[in-house]
């Protein structure tokens, strides 16, 4: 793997880590800070198709409500695959609101100028 593939892994990975923190401590200007303005998010609650910045901020508020005091989320097995100007990551995520859920994530991320953007993102669960 060339350096500079590598950086682009290690910027994709450092963007999840942000994201990730940044829902855990319920930080939203920071959860919606990489992320574009016409994103397209499949999500585990409904509505399970959301597109768009505003539609996408308003899937957060019930989650922090969720959460309570002790709700927890933590991600982890980050594995980014990185071209020239787009990329996807794969993670699972350790999500403690009402119930426990291991919740399967999948990011879609373009470049625009030097920057990686989240324009798609997919949560779900596994079948019980």
């Known amino acids: 793997m060339t350096t500079d593939k590598q950086t682009e892994i290690t910027e ?24 574009s303005a016409d994103i ?9 198709q959301l597109r768009g910045i505003e539609a996408y901020e308003r899937s957060w508020l019930p989650l922090f409500d969720a959460f309570g005091k002790d709700g ?14 787009v990329a996807f990551a794969t993670a699972l995520v350790d999500c403690v609101a009402k119930e426990r859920l291991e919740v399967r994530l999948t990011v879609g ?20």
């Open 40 to 48: 397209l998010m499949f999500d585990v609650p409904p509505p399970t």
């Open 109 to 128: 991320l373009r470049k625009v100028g030097s920057r990686w953007t989240v324009v798609h993102e997919h949560h779900s669960v596994p079948s019980p």
């Open 72 to 85: 927890t989320w933590g991600i982890r097995d980050i594995v980014v695959h990185a071209g020239d100007d």
């Open 12 to 35: 994709i990975h450092d963007l999840i880590q942000r994201w990730s923190r940044a829902v855990h401590e319920r930080d939203l200007p920071a959860i919606l800070a990489d992320h």
